[in-house]
Each structure stands twice: as structure tokens, then as C-alpha cells.
């Protein structure tokens, strides 16, 4: 974004804010109903990612969804968009506060997939794009409000997060040319080395999104440390595009229960690998 070698992502949110005391695992929002309740826990982080090292911010708005906004927190529409607002100025008030002269950084704003708002864990599989009824344009519809609260507020980048499927994929890069000014990375969920969680392959994936000028670089989240090299190498010269790998701990949802595949250390090596991929 400012023609640095590499940029350095925040941590967990959602993970830090539990460490923290808060109880938002089993809340529709997640991090996101902090916002309304507790919105200086969520600055306080992201002050603490910074002086960790972080040179991005992602904004608390992954499961900000206007209807579970005005849902679970008894929120009007309006009410829920100044929420969504208010992820943005809560990012900009900790760098500011930090110091933006000691360390320049950049607010991205968080678009999780739509499976994310079914409280399902259905973006780990995105199996709500085979619903015949739901076309590429009603994922776009259901994307516009936010996206466009986000980049009222001032983000300087989109983060379109967690994208299990082709088609959302799609869709997301047909509404940013709503927003030509607007710029964004695309990160995809992958079940394995090859494949996006719905079944396409992700180099297939990456190709079609990248013929967008507006996606500014392209990767991989939510998805197993074993697999994230193979996932980078198998783009590697497909796309002249910068790669974005989000950390993880090394686990994943199944049967309604997290299964955890192994202890983060065990990984910490592949994951420096991976970073040189």
C-alpha cells in the first residue's frame, strides 16, 4: 500500500478480546457486539497490536451484519450502520493515539463472507452458494451496505475475508465497481492444498479475481498452515499481485466442535517457510 517490501497484519480480534474477559463465542456478532457494548476494548487492542509490531488494522466488522445488528443489539438500520462507522473511528483513534509518526498504519475493513452471518460456520464450507435462490446479485445486494459504511468512514482498504466460494468471490468484485475509487484484498478459506472450501481450485479462483484492478492482492485466511505454501505456490507467477496470509492457530470446525490439528509451535516453522513463498 505504500510500496514497503511487506506489511504486517494484526492479530485475532475475536481471540484477544476473549483473553480479555469477554464472553462473544457463542454470540451472533462475535467481536462485532462489542461495538455497541464495550467499544474501547476493541481500541485498546488494536493500540496493542500496533505496538506489536502491526502495520494494518482490520476492523471489527467481519460479522457486522445490519440484521443481526439490529437484531441482537436492538439496533434501527440507521443505528446499525453507525456501528459499522464506529469499527472504523475506533481503528483510526488507536493509531492516532499510538502516534502516526511513530509508525505509520493502515485501517482495512472487515467484509466477511456471507456464511459468516448464517451462524453456521457455513463460510468453512460455503455450501449456501448452491442455493438455487440465491444468485450472484442477491450476495451483492446483501455486501452493499456495509461495504459502503466502511468506505464512508475513511478505511483505506477493504479486507474481503474467509470467501469459501467462487461465486461470493464473484460477486464481491462486481459490487466494488459500485465504489471505483475503492481498493481491496480478497483472501479466501481453503479446505486443503488445492481447493477453496466450496471445491474450486483456488488458482482457478485467484485468476478470475485478479483480473480486477481493484483487488490490490490476493490470499488465503482461515485455511490450515499445511497448506498455505502449496496455496501461494500453486499462484506463483499466475498473478502480479502482492500475497496476504492471515495467522492461524492450527485448527477447525467440525461437528459443531473445534478440533484443533496441532499446537501452533509446531508450525511456527512452516509458517516462517510460508512467509517466503
Known sequence: MDGRKFLVLDGGLGSELIRAGFDIKDHPLWSA????????????IH?????????????????????????????DESKALDAIQKAVKLAHEACNEIGRNWKQCFVAGSIGAYGASQCDRSEYNGKYVDNMSLKVQDLVDW?????????????????????????????????LKEFPAAKAWLSLSCKDDRHTCHGELFSDVVQ???????????GVNCTSPLFVKSLLQSIKGKVDLPFVVYPECGGEWKDGERMLW?????????LERCGQA
Do not use: W
Open 208 to 218: 478470475t479475481i485478479s483480473s480486477s484492478e481493484q483487488i490490490v492482492a490476493v
Open 143 to 175: 455486501h452493499r451496505p456495509r461495504m459502503k459504511a466502511l468506505l464512508d468512514a475513511g478505511v483505506d482498504i477493504l479486507a474481503l475475508e474467509t470467501i469459501p466460494a467462487q461465486k461470493e468471490a464473484e460477486a464481491l468484485v462486481d459490487l
Open 47 to 75: 493500540k496493542s497490536f500496533l505496538l506489536s509490531g502491526a502495520d494494518v488494522f482490520i476492523t471489527a466488522t467481519y460479522q457486522a451484519s445490519i440484521e443481526h445488528l439490529v437484531q441482537h443489539c436492538r439496533l
Open 33 to 44: 457486539r462489542l461495538l455497541v457494548d464495550h467499544p474501547k476494548a476493541i481500541k485498546n
Open 262 to 270: 496441532h499446537t501452533a509451535r509446531r508450525y511456527r516453522k512452516d
